[in-house]
Nanobody
Framework: QLQLVESGGGLVQPGGSLKLSCAASGSTLDYYYIGWFRQAPGKEREGVSCISGSARNTYSADSVKGRFFISRDNAKRTATLQMNSLKPEDTAIYYC?????????????WGQGTQVTVSS
């Protein structure tokens, strides 16, 4: 069973940077797509960025493109989200997600989330 733990959230001023980390245990990450999602108060959870198992492919939402950068280190079983030029609208709980396909069934794992607050 894969367990995910996020860290690195906090309070930052607009224009600042934060680096979120997702540490995995219980299994290797090699066969999982890793994604970062966020959920702001009163809003639905939305996808922010994701990365393929080999790290060859990355995708980011238009709202964060050019500001957020996702990476992974399978040997260390970690994934990171570097967030630059943060805006107040980036305030949310950020979740790490790992997904792989068993047959035709997606198997999802979620971390507990880490709070990011962008405010002056």
């Amino acid at each position: 069973q894969l367990q995910l733990v996020e860290s690195g959230g906090g309070l930052v001023q607009p224009g600042g940077s934060l680096k979120l980390s997702c540490a995995a245990s219980g299994s290797t990450l090699d066969y999982y797509y890793i994604g970062w999602f966020r959920q702001a108060p009163g809003k639905e959870r939305e996808g922010v960025s994701c990365i393929s198992g080999s790290a060859r492919n990355t995708y980011s939402a238009d709202s964060v493109k050019g500001r957020f950068f996702i990476s992974r280190d399978n040997a260390k079983r970690t994934a990171t989200l570097q967030m630059n030029s943060l805006k107040p609208e980036d305030t949310a709980i950020y979740y790490c997600n790992a997904v792989r396909i068993e047959g035709v069934t997606p198997v999802n794992y979620w971390g507990q989330g880490t709070q990011v607050t962008v405010s002056s």
